[in-house]
Structures are given as structure tokens and as C-alpha cells.
């Protein structure tokens, strides 16, 4: 074994020994938990998580939809049909209040 | 659980994630802390704010480095920050580099409480890097990566730290003869 290894093999008797009663003990762990997962922020984290985890395609689907309804004019999709018979010489005319005009 | 399922949970603010990542590294990096800081009680805080700072920063770890590297960086940086609160001098002190012959003549002197003393007296920036590759068995290539550092400079400072030690040890042995 050479000096360079005699130096080494020293350096880390000496560094193992140093450490070898330093433990992280469950108090510090519960106290890291405490300010951390337990924490208010914590816990906010972890519903926003949650949210995110909504499958992004059927999510995408339904805001799409909740929009469309929402800027479509009311009663677009309604067909309305205002008939008014007018009498004329004895015949009756139906007129349609629509762009789509048809004669009955 | 794997590493990647440890980040999830993490980033999700798994209790579970944390408690396995607490395990895992609690204890070393206590170790690694106190052997830097030379305080217990600094270095128990320096654990526990590294791990505050993992969950608070979790979202910003981009999985380029490993988690663990990730978290000594962390570690290492507070201690730092702790040392130099401390006035400690960080700053490289040429004049205590030895010759590079000094390492033979230690033959027969290595003696481990005089060596202990030595790396007591040690400037942190060598003891740094000292206790990250013979105590956490960290590569070079791994220091560089977690110190921001370039490979030559780890190499330099491993070198000229035992160089150091050599050389105290050297007058240690020779103020006995």
C-alpha cells in the first residue's frame, strides 16, 4: 500500500468515525414534515396537485363546450316558425318571419 | 419505489415521498454537513432546511441531475452560506500548498489524531471537497457537477488538500522528534 493510499484509507477512518453516532432522527423528520406536507401550503399543494391530475382531453372537451354555450346567442339552435295568413282575394297567404321562406 | 416515483410524490407533496427521501439521505447528509460545518447543531439545521428547500423547490428540479446531486447541492450551499456567516475564510490560501515531494517522507507518520487535528485546521473549501470524495465517495466528475465546478479544479483541490495535510503532518511529526 502506498502513502497516497495509507493517507486515503486514514482520511475515511477518520471521516466515518467522526460520523458514525450522527443519526437524522424521526424528530427532525417530523419537524421537516411539520413545516412541509403538514404545512397549510402543504396541503394546498396538494389539492391543486390532485386538480392537475384531471386527464387533459376530456378536460379540454368540456371547457370547450361550457364555452361555446356560453357565447352561443340564446335560441340559436330554436327553429322559429312565425306564421302569419294574410287573406288575399279570398286565398290565404302564409308568411314565415324567417330568412327560409316557403310557400304552402 | 424508484427515483422517479419519488419526484411525483414529491412534487404532489407526498408524505410518503418525503419521509422515503428523508431516509434515504437524511443521514449522510447530516454527516457530510458536520463534517463541512464542525457544529452539530448547525448541521441539524442545515439538514432540515435542505429539506424544506426540496419541497419548496421540487418544481424546479428538471431531472438533468440526479435527485441526489440535486439535494447535496442544496446542502452543501447552505453549509456554505453558514460557514461564511461563521467569517470563516473560504478563500484558497496558496502559501500552505507544500511540495509535491512532501507525501514520501510521511512514511510511518500517519497518525490518525494528529491527522484529525490536521483536517480540524483544514480551510473548508479543501475540507469540502476532502469529505464529498473520500467520505460521500463521490467521483470527480460528480463534485464538479455539484459544486458548479470545473473537473480540473476538484482534482487540484483534492491535491493540494492532501498536500496540505502532508506537509502539517510533516512539521507535526518533526516539532515531536
Not at chain 1, 12 to 37: A, G, N
Not at chain 2, 149 to 164: D, P
Request: charged residues 35%; glycine residues 4%.
Amino acid at each position: 500500500m502506498n502513502r497516497d493510499d495509507l493517507l486515503k484509507d486514514d482520511i475515511k477512518i477518520i471521516f466515518d468515525e467522526e460520523t458514525s453516532e450522527m443519526e437524522f432522527t424521526d424528530k427532525m423528520m417530523e419537524s421537516v414534515l411539520d413545516q412541509t406536507t403538514r404545512s397549510g401550503k402543504g396541503k394546498i399543494r396538494r389539492i391543486l396537485n390532485y386538480e392537475l391530475q384531471i386527464p387533459l382531453i376530456p378536460a379540454a372537451v368540456a371547457v370547450a363546450a361550457i364555452f361555446a354555450v356560453s357565447i352561443l346567442p340564446e335560441g340559436i339552435l330554436e327553429k322559429q316558425y312565425r306564421l302569419t295568413a294574410i287573406e288575399m282575394a279570398g286565398s290565404q297567404v302564409m308568411v314565415q318571419e324567417d330568412k327560409e321562406v316557403t310557400r304552402k | 419505489m424508484t427515483e422517479n416515483q419519488m419526484i411525483d410524490g414529491l412534487i404532489n407533496g407526498q408524505e410518503d415521498a418525503f419521509r422515503q427521501m428523508m431516509q434515504l439521505y437524511g443521514n449522510k447528509l447530516l454527516g457530510t454537513c458536520y463534517l463541512i460545518l464542525r457544529d452539530r447543531e448547525e448541521a441539524e439545521d442545515v439538514v432540515q432546511e435542505t429539506f424544506v428547500r426540496v419541497f419548496r423547490r421540487i418544481r424546479t428540479f428538471n431531472r438533468k441531475s440526479s435527485l441526489y446531486t440535486w439535494i447535496y447541492r442544496i446542502a452543501i450551499n447552505l453549509s456554505r452560506d453558514k460557514l461564511r456567516k461563521k467569517t470563516y475564510d473560504l478563500s484558497l490560501n496558496e502559501e500552505l500548498v507544500g511540495e509535491a515531494d512532501t507525501l514520501e517522507r510521511l512514511e510511518h507518520r500517519l497518525d490518525l489524531e494528529e491527522l484529525k487535528t490536521r483536517l480540524e485546521e483544514l480551510s473548508p473549501i479543501y475540507r469540502e471537497a476532502l469529505v464529498l470524495f473520500y467520505y460521500q465517495d463521490l467521483s470527480i466528475a460528480e463534485i464538479s457537477d455539484l459544486l458548479n465546478e470545473k473537473e480540473g479544479t476538484i482534482k487540484s483541490r483534492l491535491s493540494r488538500a492532501r498536500r496540505i495535510l502532508a506537509k502539517e503532518m510533516k512539521k507535526g511529526g518533526s516539532e515531536d522528534e
